[in-house]
């Protein structure tokens, strides 16, 4: 029996230490908060869980707490045990509860499924076991356990509940009633007229304060679910400002993040992702047609600053990616910029060394491939490179998007991708409202900070065997090298699902030898 | 005895801050002070035996003790993270109020003061009721709150230090009274004015259970 979470007292002391440092410095901004990817809740994970092959989504609750459904697709049929594992960022991992155990679909070989509670905002990892006849493995999710909604109360029970409220108060009012005019009387002396009188009158006594509890009811609920609200925003988080300054020949981009969002705190703490504080996606708005992937340098406690690459002229969305140290929640804050013209060339020290991992791509006037006109899904890139896309069309909504794509040379021959940051690919999806977007990786779209975060903590805190934690990133390669060698591989696959329909732009970025490329498609998706 | 399940069931609806880290806070008063002394009087004034307010506060006080003895025999673990505190068995509540003083106390006054016809009496009566409960009441619980949070009380019996749920973190705030730190911004300390607003809400508190229980045995079945 949990007595000590009755109201308050979770808010207090300890409880609330923790809460305030979450709450008062993060969690006015949760709901929004831990949208690595805007809009795009679910997560998603490819490769190997020890020695199985995995494809894995968990589909995130809207609503905290919330039943996050996890499923996991093997690539082979034999019988496994799936199991399912919360972890939290701020507690012990010694502290976990038992593992769920996932269940095979029915009429399914290789298809388990389960869900598992979220309790509580935060960062947490979903653990994911395999066991069977070739050994086990495991592998770390980190997921953001946020609010992004308020669901609906369904009409039918609204309805039901109006209706019971209605004969409560009804019921109410009349035991009273009952009560005032013939409970002292004697048994089996009639009721008078002025025990009816009496009757009435606590009647309408009755009737009155019950009104009145049920004006400061719906008062209170109101207010509550106002409060409630303004923690659901539609934008990202932490807020962000942009501006550009041209110094020596260079446009600067300035960001100051988190200047509302963090005022007691002298610098942003963050984890590098990939080696970088922040990826930075700037994305021309309108047109789309030019499109850069950069990493901001930390400048000040909250302020980073990037050498723009030779973008066009033109106002930006601003989308970066990052996550929080401490908690490891990861988010995507938002602005837009205008971007000036490019200066002219004058020679003199910079002020700025770009990035080596920045990359960027313009590409006006270039035809892009769209799925409407499925005979022509191959972009072409002004290298000669041709990328060819054979989703299984149509796309829907919250199905497998069916993100693979082949890299030929000019001959039509396979190519030797490279790792870009440690990865066969970056990709970044954006719908063309700019309400979604998305940055994906072949491994998935969490933030591999948060996932390195939740196995140094295994590895900390566990005294299970490092090389059984740790995820096999044999399959993409999940390194940190800057390596010119090649993967010999020429294909890329991303999972994910498109939220809603919608029209999509969709950016690939790898590395052939010491260049990176971006190839873009665009995408009709359909309702589920 | 049901009636003494009557007096559990409006302390179960204060529970929320009736903790005993809470019981030093203006609010804490206020909600026994509104929600107890009706019980009390009433169930005096309707009661057909010696003691009632006295017996009824007993009742409520086993049954308390009763869950605060039973639950942690019972094995139990939390399955839903995050969990800051691994407890291995269920639960128990903290230690019940001691609404067992002010019930004495009321009982004594009201065996003297007869049924006090008019509403002047009653009122007058109603105020003073009101302050009893809450001089006899704050004092005593008072002190037992220290008591609560102390060492000493860590045992089976009392249960201090171990009503603590899955998702309470360990850490020196358990032993420490909320919202009592002057100048501080949540805090709830009982001042002149509060023990007034206290006073009026026992009062008020106190003249509905002198109405109610005074109706209740009037009834005739």
Known sequence: MDWAALGRLDEKGKTLNWRTLLLLVLCFAFPALARAHVGSPDVFFDGLVGPYNARITIRMPAVVPGRAEISVRTEIGEPLDVAFLPLYSRT?????PPADLGRLVAGETNLYSGELWLMTVGAYSIEIKIHGAKGEGTVQIPISSVALSQLPLPPFLGRALVALGVLLFALGVGIIAAAARESVLEPGVSIGKNERSKGFRAAL??????????????????????????????????????????????????????EKDFPSMQSIPLI????????????????RDAFAHLHPQRKGGKTFDVVLPPLPQGRYMILCDLTLEGSALSST???????????????????????????WSAYAGVPVPNTSNPTNLVYTLPEGFEVRWKPH?????????????????????????????????????????????????????????????????????????????????????????????????????????FPTAGEYRIWIQFKIGSQVLTSVFDASVSAP | MWAGFFLVLGAVFISQVTFPNLQHTALFVHACALMIPMRLVAMNRAGRCSWPATRVAIVYTLLECLMIWILPLFPAQPKLAPIFNPVTHMVPPAFPLLFIAPALAIDLVLRRT????????????????????????????????????????????????????????SGPYRGEFWHVKSGAEDADLITFSKILLGWGLAGFSAWIGLLWGGWMRKVRR
Request: overall charge neutral.
């Open chain 1, 92 to 96: 012990s991992i010694t502290n976990a």
């Open chain 1, 205 to 258: 006594v009755a009737t009155v304060v019950f009104v009145l509890l049920l004006i400061g009811g719906k008062k209170w609920w109101d207010a509550d679910e106002a409060k409630f609200r303004t923690g659901l925003r539609g934008g990202a988080w932490p807020d962000l400002t942009a501006g550009v300054r041209i110094e020596n020949s260079q446009r600067i981009l300035r960001l100051t993040l988190g």
């Open chain 1, 272 to 287: 590098p992702d990939h080696g970088k504080l922040l990826h930075l996606f700037l994305i021309r708005e309108g047109s």
């Open chain 1, 333 to 359: 804050a938002t602005n837009s910029v205008e971007i000036p013209p490019i200066p002219d060339q004058e020679t003199g020290s910079l002020t700025l060394e770009p990035d080596r991992d920045d990359s």
């Open chain 1, 393 to 497: 069309l149509p796309i829907r909504a919250r199905s497998d998007a069916g993100l693979r794509f082949d890299v030929r040379d000019a001959e039509g021959r396979t190519v030797d991708l490279g790792l870009y940051m440690g990865m066969l690919s970056h990709a970044a999806v954006l719908r063309s409202d700019g309400a979604i977007f998305a940055h994906l990786h072949p491994s998935g779209n969490f933030s591999m900070a948060a996932q390195s975060f939740f196995e140094n903590k295994m590895q900390r805190e566990s005294a299970k065997s490092t090389e059984t934690m740790r995820m096999d990133h044999s399959k993409m390669g999940h390194v940190m090298n800057h390596a010119q060698a090649g993967t010999g591989i020429s294909s890329i696959s991303l999972p994910y699902e």
């Open chain 2, 114 to 169: 007869g049924e006090c016809a008019g509403w002047l009496r009653r009122m007058g009566l109603a105020l003073f009721l009101g302050a009893l409960f809450l001089t006899v009441f704050v004092g005593v619980q008072w002190f037992f709150a220290k008591f609560l949070l102390s060492a000493s009380a860590d045992n089976w019996f009392f249960a201090g230090n171990r009503y603590w749920s899955y998702g309470s973190r």
